[in-house]
């Protein structure tokens, strides 16, 4: 069985209008953590479009560097109202180059990397103690799979049977001096977590209609937490960035900006 | 007062399983430490969780629970709740203001002999710099219970600090919770006040006046700001100077704290200094290494 899901159609226009929205932050005096922001933006419309069907479903960006995708996200998705782009970074505004519980929408504190994993965790154990419905869905980057947190968790949520945990990997291979594979790299890693006692996925992480399959599928009476392994695209959208590690930060002027933007689909 | 039987950290553990009986949001996580016999496993075991040797993510993984309603109270050794899983509870404790309860046994050197990855001396600093978080150090079961019980009544974060399995008759307090200070005697005008903290210095304290029957004797079970600014308010009516006896360094201890809060006053500090401790022994012994022992603080009144 599987809830239903917009077409993939209406959830990619979401993505479209969230990725110039994060082009804007990284316009901003601030910059902006881009290249992570816009390879994980699918991942999260879609896992938030999940949550929207109202059962509890609670979805944690662990990856907290990438605020700047998930305000944009949660923007164009109706749960934060006000358009969060020309206000980023900027004192008495609440967008903070990572994300906080002052943020309509954002209920615990990430970007010290690694925490958003259990947090999520810790979710669907209340949800499943309270025999309630409803995913806890945290969306890691692949880099952050460095820190021993996650793997704290993942034994800790496998032991503990927490069908209803979903970890996303947004495995955009580059972290902050370089890339993934040349400072710690990660082989076999669908292989590990089913060594953990995960359910395994490996998806496009763009291809929003997979994505919508893979958060759709009920998990109601599942023992085993899932994995799912989303290959993305650092800077995805924005040719002049795509696949470069230099994206991970990024401060544009407004004329770049005008013209990235103009090449989003 | 009934005489005491139970340790401040067994004290927990009944205190919070007979609490469970009538609050369904009481949740008992344990990181490999709780012991066989938890009394909690046995009357409530579908709401008592062993996550096994993971100090922060049962930190974290509480913080979703408190945030989904529930009031999660986490357990492990004081040495890997506050060092540890510093992280995890200045964003648990401090940022989310989340209800959280954190109680941590082998404070100070109680783990004595099993060595310095055992002992505490720096966790009061550690969490007397998160805003927000009640802090606890009580002396004797009845205490305990009472911290335990206000604990789970608020539903904000505390960290409840106790020995190994020392057992100790608690100082008589009004009401159902002592207040910031429990004044066992006020001493004879412009005597030493000794102020004692947490189990050890609490011992140590009346072991002190029973040789010098003269010296005033405050104890304090709360050592977070709010509870230290309420304290100090009471304790400079008294114009003695004041011994503070801690069993934790003397940077970021109570003693530290009370000398900003009484500027003027004379606060002389009794505690583990700078020392690691790397022999055995049991836990006076250690302490002792350490300077903190009785001749320790009566050379201090003097």
């Known amino acids: ?265 | 007062m009934t005489a005491s039987t139970l340790s401040g950290r067994d004290a927990y553990r009944h205190e919070l399983a007979h609490l469970a009986a009538e609050d369904p949001a009481l949740l008992c996580l344990e990181a490999d430490l709780g012991g066989k016999g938890h009394p909690f496993q046995a009357a409530h075991p579908e709401r008592f969780f062993n996550l096994g040797i993971a100090e922060g993510a049962m930190v974290d993984m509480a913080t979703g629970l408190a945030s989904a309603g529930y009031k999660p109270f986490v357990s492990t050794f004081a040495p890997f709740a506050a060092l540890r899983a510093a992280e995890s509870l200045k964003l648990t404790l401090g940022y989310l203001n989340a209800g959280v309860t954190v109680v941590a046994p082998y404070a100070g050197v109680s783990g004595a002999w099993f060595g310095t990855t055992h002992h505490c001396l720096e966790d009061l600093a550690v969490l007397r710099s998160i805003p927000g978080v009640t802090i606890a150090a009580p002396y004797g079961e009845a205490e305990t219970r009472a911290v335990v019980r206000a604990a789970a009544a608020s539903g904000r974060p505390h960290y409840i600090r106790t020995g190994r399995n020392a057992v100790y008759d608690s100082l008589p307090f009004d009401g159902e919770l002592p207040g910031p200070v429990t004044w066992d005697h006020r001493g004879e005008p412009g005597a030493t006040v000794l102020v004692s903290v947490g189990e050890e210095g609490t011992r140590l304290a009346l072991e002190a006046r029973e040789r010098r029957p003269e010296l005033g004797h405050a104890h304090l079970v709360y050592l977070d700001h709010a509870h230290l600014s309420l304290a100090a308010e009471e304790l400079a009516t008294t114009t003695g100077r004041l011994v503070v006896v801690e069993e934790h360094r003397a940077e970021g201890g109570a003693a530290e704290a009370l000398a900003l809060l009484l500027p003027g006053r004379e606060v002389v500090g009794v505690n583990a200094g700078h020392a690691w401790p790397t022999q055995g022994g049991d836990h006076h012994e250690v302490m002792a290494q350490l300077g903190l022992d009785l001749p320790a603080v009566l050379a201090a009144t003097l």
């Open chain 1, 1 to 265: 069985m599987t809830v239903a899901v917009d077409t993939p159609v209406d959830l990619a226009a979401r993505a479209a209008e969230a990725r110039r929205l994060v082009v804007d932050m990284a316009a901003s005096p601030r910059g902006c953590h881009l290249g992570g922001s816009l390879s994980v933006l699918d991942v999260l419309i879609a896992a938030l479009h999940r949550a929207s069907l109202g059962d509890g479903t609670e979805v944690v960006l662990s990856k907290g560097h990438a605020a700047a995708g998930l305000y944009a996200a949660l923007h164009v998705s109706g749960i934060l109202p006000e358009n969060p782009a020309p206000l980023y970074g900027q004192l008495g505004h609440p967008y903070t180059g990572h994300p906080g519980p002052k943020v309509p929408g954002v209920r615990f504190p990430t970007g010290s990397l690694g925490h958003g994993v259990p947090y999520a965790a810790g979710w669907a154990m209340a949800r499943r103690l309270g025999g309630l419905p409803g995913l806890g869905i945290a969306v890691a980057g692949d880099g952050e799979l460095q820190e021993g947190l996650v793997w704290e968790t993942c034994q800790v949520a496998a032991a503990q049977r927490l069908g209803n945990f979903v970890l996303v990997v947004d495995r955009n291979g580059g972290q902050n001096d370089g890339m993934v594979a040349d400072i710690s790299p990660l082989p076999d890693l669908a292989a590990r977590f089913a060594a953990f006692g995960f359910d395994t996925v490996e998806v496009d992480g763009h291809d929003l209609a997979r994505l919508g399959e893979v958060f759709g599928a009920d998990r109601t009476g599942a023992e085993r937490p899932l994995a799912v392994i989303a290959d993305t695209v650092k800077g995805k959208g924005v040719p002049a960035v795509e696949g470069k590690a230099g994206s991970h930060y990024v401060t544009i002027d407004a004329a770049r900006a005008a013209k990235w933007k103009r090449l989003i689909r």
